[in-house]
Nanobody, 127 residues
Framework: QVQLVESGGGSVQAGGSLRLSCAAS?????????MAWFRQAPGKEREGVAA???????EYTTSVKGRFTISQGNAKSTLYLQMNSLKSEDTATYYC????????????????????WGQGTQVTVSS
């Protein structure tokens, strides 16, 4: 069973930056997992934000391209989301997601492709 714990959320003014972290544990050490960030604003559906692939390649939703960067720690057990030039429309609860095998979910930004989810961290951007 994979456990995911997000941190790093908070309140920031528009134009500011935040770095989210997701600590993963409980998985199989030798297994490669799909990893991604999602967000959900009040009254809206959960949206895929960024995913990182098996070779370090990345996928972003259009609205965050050029502003957000997804990355992993060397041990692949920590996922990051660097968010720059934040806008009020980025306000949401951000979730870390994981699943396997890679061939099924690699670089996916579709929430139903992921079985493991963190509890979320709130990001509030004020204009």
């Amino acid at each position: 069973q994979v456990q995911l714990v997000e941190s790093g959320g908070g309140s920031v003014q528009a134009g500011g930056s935040l770095r989210l972290s997701c600590a993963a544990s409980g998985g199989t050490v030798s297994r490669r997992y799909c990893m991604a960030w999602f967000r959900q604003a009040p009254g809206k559906e959960r949206e895929g934000v960024a995913a990182i692939g098996r070779d370090g390649d990345t996928e972003y939703t259009t609205s965050v391209k050029g502003r957000f960067t997804i990355s992993q720690g060397n041990a692949k057990s920590t996922l990051y989301l660097q968010m720059n030039s934040l806008k009020s429309e980025d306000t949401a609860t951000y979730y870390c997601a994981a699943d396997f095998p890679l061939r099924r979910c690699d670089l996916s930004l579709i929430s139903r492709d992921y079985r493991y989810w963190g509890q979320g961290t709130q990001v509030t951007v004020s204009s």
